[in-house]
């Protein structure tokens, strides 16, 4: 065998080792033996002096550069929108129904530096960090000296493929114990100081991977789904993450969240959330891109502290709509700066799901300032005890109906229904009736001053008082005073925090102000069906929900007292221009703007933009690659603006 075959085939056999050792966790073969086959290439490289493109020594650190070059992607690389509430999610899922039928992918969220390889003719040419998404910085060098990608791979055209760059949690502490006047903060930083070090030999003694997720670029079409492009990764032998799942239904993603939730505990790989994108690219197409995000996917963020303690009872707790939510008293713990002594689930089916019972091991996290949430149980013990079904409103006593996963009491003036309703109506984000707190609002109702948002407006300073003139505990003069005041200054209100206020089921602050750019309560109520799902963030079962709420006789003759008493909701005043008066919608790509430039340039001009066309919309301007929002203009007759006639009007 010449020396040519020779090296070609110990190329063939270190690299086949080094997949198994690096990408799969399977070692075929012990050190000894690669490092033999190894020296015997290397000899043969330096005898010959010729070194074949996917050699394995290529991946040796080279001498430090002196800066590193920009390069262009050739397609750009988005970062990701972000969520850190259930609603945020749902919202998501409503966008993504209105675009057409679509399945979902759940992957984690890596906390690392996103790095981007090309390859031409099915070889390596070039490893960049994403920078600006644009254009990055040239980090070959550096790359070359990690074993988690192919050299060569079967593909022959010009292909880009993302992935983040890591430092496993173990090899971060065993690099700190051998080095311990330098030791590194945090995988994060380690992993981009590593990559963007300017010695590739600093690089390879870190020892950072990468982790494929993605296909940023390939010639021609792009493959039909997510699913296929992971498979396209491995079958090149990229190294991915093993967690990968396809959801039907946001259901199904909401768990496949939970799972990633509490499986990172014990991963290896710093994460702080799960990415879940549309699978077909077909959705994909037609849902588009904004100037920042790709509108088909969303990271749900982890922004949160996690503890583990004990269940010592369940009950149940009431909400506005009626809806029983299991409430977990568990031992205290400190989470987030707070001594936590309560969690929640959503409902029986999540409780179940969970496998949650009493006097169990159970994880809890807190974010946001909400109450903290139970993930899941962690360990059972001898005496845990299963949580039973409710059959009654623990409130009340009326009859429980099952919905689903979800229990509703049945009573509509069930106590704790009442307090939640005007709870939420005073909430900062609705009425923000600063000081009234659902104890105050629960003394009201106690005492027969409240039943309906409109009897806040009726309350005066003797309503806090006893039979003898004197304030009730708790109750002094200036908090009667304060709270007064609030009520007042509250009569003023946007209308999207008005229609947010009312807490119509579904529709939550992002829906509310679809709602308001129609300009009224009377034009939100007059809206059909058609009409409402039109809206992008509201479904088929919010716009029955709003439908159902203004076709009751009490909710108008409330919005009628609520009217009376001098809440005023407006919207806010629109600057004078070209646009003034118009509702417009931008579809497709503007060769002379971003899109967020355009809504910029129209609000300036008094317009207002819209995410969606509906029967409100009275102007829309294609782009090229326009899509159905286009199609629908026309069946509707909206008037159609092309991007020269749009930027004649602005000059």
Same mark, same amino acid.
């Given at each position: ?181 330098? !030791?590194? &903060?945090?995988? @994060?930083? =380690?992993? /981009? ?9 600093? $690089?390879?003694? +870190? ?82 891109? !904004?100037? &920042?995000?790709? @509108?088909? =996917?969303? /990271? ?9 303690? $004990?269940?010592? +009872? ?338």
């Amino acid at each position: 065998m010449n020396d040519q075959l020779r090296m070609r085939e110990l190329c063939d056999i270190l690299n086949r080792w080094a997949y198994r050792y690096y990408v799969l966790d399977d070692p075929e073969v012990p050190d000894r033996e690669y490092d033999r086959l190894y020296d015997e290439l290397v000899a043969l490289e330096r005898d010959t002096g010729m070194v074949l493109p996917d050699s394995p020594t290529r991946r040796v650190g080279g001498e430090p550069v002196k800066g590193f070059a920009r390069h262009t992607h050739l397609a750009r690389l988005f970062s990701l929108d972000k969520a850190v509430t259930t609603d945020e999610l749902t919202a998501f899922f409503t966008r993504v129904a209105k675009a057409g039928d679509a399945t979902y992918t759940v992957e984690y969220k890596y906390d690392g530096l996103t790095v981007c390889l090309t390859y031409e003719e099915g070889a390596f040419v070039r490893a960049t960090t994403r920078g600006n998404g644009t254009e990055g910085e040239d980090v070959t060098a550096q790359v070359l000296t990690l074993p988690s990608f192919p050299l060569t791979i079967s593909y022959r055209g010009t292909l880009e493929v993302r992935g983040e760059a890591v430092i496993r949690l173990s090899v971060l502490d065993r690099y700190n114990a051998e080095h311990p006047d330098e !030791t590194l &903060k945090n995988a @994060r930083n =380690a992993a /981009a100081g590593a990559i963007r070090n300017l010695d590739p030999k600093v $690089t390879k003694a +870190r020892r950072p991977e990468i982790l494929f997720y993605d296909i940023n670029y390939m010639d021609g079409e792009p493959l039909p789904s997510q699913t296929e492009a992971m498979d396209f990764l491995r079958r090149e032998g990229f190294q991915t993450f093993p967690y990968f799942r396809v959801c039907r239904t946001p259901e199904e993603v909401f768990s496949a969240v939970d799972e990633i939730e509490i499986g990172r505990r014990s991963l290896d790989v710093l994460t702080d959330g799960a990415v879940i994108k549309v699978n077909e690219e077909g959705v994909r197409a037609d849902m588009g891109a !904004t100037d &920042k995000f790709p @509108r088909w =996917a969303i /990271a749900y963020k982890f922004e949160a502290e996690e503890a583990e303690t $004990t269940v010592r +009872r369940v009950f149940w707790q009431v909400g506005r709509t009626g809806k029983l939510t299991p409430l977990a008293e568990v031992e205290p713990v400190e989470l987030a700066g707070a001594t936590v002594r309560r969690a929640t689930l959503n409902n029986f089916g999540d409780l179940t799901k969970k496998d949650v019972k009493v006097h169990s091991r159970v994880l809890i996290r807190r974010s946001n300032e909400v109450i903290p949430e139970i993930l899941g149980a962690v360990s059972h013990v001898e005496g845990s005890v299963p949580v039973e079904k409710p059959a009654v409103c623990p409130s009340c006593g009326a009859p429980v109906r099952e919905v689903g996963a979800n229990l509703f009491c049945t009573n509509e003036l069930c106590p704790p229904r009442i307090v939640q309703r005007l709870t939420h109506f005073c909430s900062k984000e609705a009425a923000d009736v600063e000081g009234m707190s659902e104890a105050t609002l629960h003394f009201l109702l106690e005492k027969g001053k409240v039943s309906r948002f409109s009897d806040l407006y009726r309350l005066t300073r003797a309503d806090f008082l006893r039979e003898d003139g004197k304030p009730y505990d708790g109750y002094g003069e200036k908090k009667i005073s304060n709270l007064l005041s609030a009520i007042e200054k509250s009569k003023k209100i946007p209308l999207d925090r008005f229609l947010y206020a009312l807490g119509i089921d579904g529709i939550g602050r992002v829906a509310a102000r679809d709602l308001a750019a129609f300009g009224s309560v009377e034009a939100v109520a007059a809206l059909t069906y058609e009409e409402l799902v039109a809206i992008e963030d509201v479904g088929e079962v919010t716009a029955r929900s709003v439908l159902a709420y203004f076709a009751s006789e009490d909710n108008r003759e409330e919005i009628e007292r609520l009217l009376a008493a001098g809440v005023s909701p407006f919207v806010k005043a629109r600057a004078a221009g070209v646009f003034s008066g118009e509702s417009v919608v931008l579809t497709g790509s503007l060769s002379s703007m971003t899109r967020s430039e355009a809504q910029k340039k129209i609000e300036e001009a008094g317009g207002v933009c819209q995410s969606a066309v509906t029967s409100a919309t009275t102007l829309v301007i294609a782009g090229e690659k326009a899509g159905s929002k286009l199609d629908k203009a026309k069946k509707l007759g909206v008037k159609i603006l092309s991007e020269d006639e749009f930027l004649a009007l602005l000059s």
